[in-house]
């Protein structure tokens, strides 16, 4: 139901901003255009508009690897929209295609009018064509009015206030560390066989990592014998596996006796749900700490603040990656029944991995669910929270040391402008590795919120 009223509202959405850019075409107004250069970043897909060898396409968003910031340059009859690394290239057009060429043409003027949402539409002087994108396509063109038609304007360097105080931060404001497969330690017990076994994933057991201001933990959960336990790739193989029930014990202790704190769980989740309903209901206090979004009503009113959730003393949040229509078409109870969230529902997240550890890096930012929600969903009372995955297929302790040294110049320069929010959590392998670290970083994110303005 959620989804389907999301897609009305865009639809709606669409056809008023259409209106609106038609009507301030004709009048020849133009919008407020952000300063400095911006990244074209299309409302229906979160891709960037980037210079491919002389046309323009939609491209994962990569910061400044990929041609893809552009400055808006006030002309006589509009704007230009210059490369921002290829001096005297502009956005422009040739037929119907959009194409990268030289400044200061006809075919490089554009008309930029506010679309509604934060959106924009670019069009062309004097007519009903816009700058489009292609259903099904990267292509970019030029074309009729629509969601397709629409973009943001994301300035490449973002705007920052003050993180709000203690008692008014709410949670998709804060940052958490989080530890991608954090079972896997070689400290709690077995988590892989032979030779997956010889790559941990983490170097300390789950209490440690608590105690170190780990508070996002990763965990992959198999049925053997009808319990859920934590194995990495396949149980098989794997002698004496930690029960699921087990290391969320050790996290309820933890957050029993550590009164305000607040943890959430992302299980990669391979049971189902009769089976993760049992080890759940094996965790002694599991519900008198665990939160309930779907019953706080935060799908119409937004996230609470943390010193709610602290005085309610709910403090865990729990989500799976299963979704919902595969859950009912497996003939299963859905998940959120017994309390845990179906995170495609309630996030955004980034593609899982950097690459190979013995490769160069990938650090584009897109989406690992794909054009369908991409990471700049967004609703104006509900802000999914946005899982920053930073590691790659398997963990070498040196490429760790150096990408984690890289982390906050990822977090603001590629994955804050690809979402056009900050990282609620930063998913790192072996966080206590690099300089700075992953909590060094996490503590500096908390220090600010951003403003991305239109």
Same mark, same amino acid.
């Given at each position: 139901?959620?989804?389907?009223?999301?897609?009305?509202?865009?639809?709606?959405?669409?056809?008023?901003?259409?209106?609106?850019?038609?009507?301030?075409?004709?009048?020849?107004?133009?919008?407020?255009?952000?300063?400095?250069?911006?990244?074209?970043?299309?409302?229906?897909?979160?891709?960037?508009?980037?210079?491919?060898?002389?046309?323009?396409?939609?491209?994962?968003?990569?910061?400044?690897?990929?041609?893809?910031?552009?400055?808006?340059?006030?002309?006589?009859?509009?704007?230009?929209?210059?490369?921002?690394?290829?001096?005297? +290239?502009?956005?422009?057009?040739?037929?119907?295609?959009?194409?990268?060429? $030289? &400044?200061?043409? *006809?075919?490089?003027?554009?008309?930029?009018?506010?679309?509604?949402?934060?959106?924009?539409?670019?069009?062309?002087p004097?007519?009903?064509?816009?700058?489009?994108?292609?259903?099904?396509?990267?292509?970019?063109?030029?074309?009729?009015?629509?969601?397709?038609?629409? =973009?943001?304007?994301t300035?490449?360097?973002?705007?920052?206030?003050?993180?709000?105080?203690?008692?008014?931060?709410?949670?998709?404001?804060?940052?958490?560390?989080? $530890?991608?497969?954090?079972?896997?330690?070689?400290?709690?017990?077995?988590?892989?066989?032979?030779?997956?076994?010889?790559?941990?994933?983490?170097?300390?057991?789950?209490?440690?990592?608590?105690?170190?201001?780990?508070?996002?933990?990763?965990?992959?959960?198999?049925?053997v014998?009808?319990?859920?336990?934590? &194995?990495?790739?396949? &149980?098989?193989?794997?002698?004496?596996?930690?029960?699921?029930a087990?290391?969320?014990?050790?996290?309820?202790?933890?957050?029993?006796?550590?009164?305000?704190?607040?943890?959430?769980?992302?299980?990669?989740?391979?049971?189902?749900?009769?089976?993760?309903?049992?080890?759940?209901?094996?965790?002694?206090?599991?519900? *008198?700490?665990?939160?309930?979004?779907?019953?706080?009503?935060?799908?119409?009113?937004?996230?609470?603040?943390?010193?709610?959730? $602290?005085?309610?003393?709910?403090?865990?949040?729990?989500?799976?990656?299963?979704?919902?229509?595969?859950?009912?078409?497996?003939?299963?109870? +859905?998940?959120?029944?017994?309390?845990?969230?179906?995170?495609?529902? =309630?996030?955004?997240?980034?593609?899982?991995?950097?690459?190979?550890?013995?490769?160069?890096?990938? =650090?584009?930012?897109?989406?690992?669910?794909?054009?369908?929600?991409?990471?700049?969903?967004?609703?104006?009372?509900?802000?999914?929270?946005?899982?920053?995955?930073?590691f790659?297929?398997?963990?070498?302790?040196?490429?760790?040391?150096? *990408?984690?040294?890289?982390?906050?110049?990822r +977090?603001e320069?590629?994955?804050e402008p690809?979402?056009?929010?900050?990282?609620?959590?930063?998913?790192?392998?072996?966080?206590?590795?690099?300089?700075?670290?992953?909590?060094?970083?996490?503590?500096?994110?908390?220090?600010?919120?951003?403003?991305?303005?239109?």
């Amino acid at each position: 139901m959620r989804g389907k009223s999301l897609r009305h509202l865009r639809v709606l959405c669409g056809a008023a901003a259409v209106a609106m850019a038609l009507s301030l075409a004709t009048a020849g107004e133009a919008a407020a255009v952000p300063s400095g250069s911006v990244y074209i970043q299309s409302y229906v897909t979160g891709l960037n508009a980037a210079d491919s060898s002389g046309t323009v396409a939609e491209h994962n968003p990569k910061g400044n690897e990929d041609h893809q910031q552009w400055t808006p340059a006030a002309v006589s009859g509009g704007y230009e929209l210059r490369n921002a690394d290829e001096s005297g +290239t502009c956005l422009g057009r040739s037929g119907t295609t959009a194409v990268t060429t $030289a &400044c200061g043409t *006809d075919t490089t003027t554009w008309t930029i009018t506010a679309a509604g949402n934060s959106t924009y539409s670019i069009g062309v002087p004097g007519t009903s064509q816009y700058l489009t994108g292609v259903s099904g396509s990267t292509a970019v063109q030029t074309g009729a009015a629509g969601d397709l038609a629409r =973009w943001f304007l994301t300035p490449v360097g973002l705007g920052k206030s003050a993180m709000p105080s203690p008692d008014t931060r709410t949670l998709d404001q804060v940052s958490f560390l989080t $530890a991608h497969n954090a079972f896997a330690n070689g400290v709690d017990g077995n988590f892989a066989s032979f030779p997956v076994s010889l790559f941990p994933n983490q170097a300390q057991g789950i209490g440690q990592q608590l105690s170190s201001g780990v508070r996002g933990f990763m965990l992959d959960d198999y049925d053997v014998s009808g319990t859920a336990v934590l &194995c990495h790739n396949s &149980c098989s193989g794997v002698s004496s596996p930690v029960p699921l029930a087990t290391d969320l014990q050790r996290v309820v202790d933890f957050l029993k006796a550590n009164p305000g704190q607040f943890v959430t769980v992302f299980l990669e989740d391979y049971v189902s749900s009769s089976v993760l309903k049992s080890s759940l209901a094996s965790i002694s206090g599991l519900s *008198d700490v665990l939160y309930r979004p779907d019953q706080d009503g935060v799908a119409a009113n937004g996230w609470p603040t943390m010193a709610n959730l $602290a005085a309610r003393g709910k403090q865990l949040l729990i989500f799976s990656d299963r979704t919902r229509a595969s859950d009912i078409s497996n003939g299963y109870a +859905t998940r959120d029944t017994f309390g845990v969230m179906y995170q495609r529902e =309630w996030t955004v997240e980034n593609y899982w991995s950097m690459g190979s550890p013995l490769a160069d890096s990938d =650090w584009s930012c897109y989406s690992r669910w794909g054009t369908d929600r991409p990471l700049t969903t967004d609703s104006a009372a509900f802000h999914p929270l946005f899982v920053m995955n930073h590691f790659r297929d398997a963990t070498l302790s040196a490429t760790v040391t150096t *990408d984690n040294g890289k982390l906050q110049n990822r +977090t603001e320069n590629f994955c804050e402008p690809a979402a056009r929010k900050k990282p609620n959590y930063i998913a790192v392998d072996r966080y206590d590795l690099g300089s700075p670290t992953p909590l060094t970083t996490v503590a500096a994110l908390n220090t600010y919120v951003l403003t991305p303005g239109q």
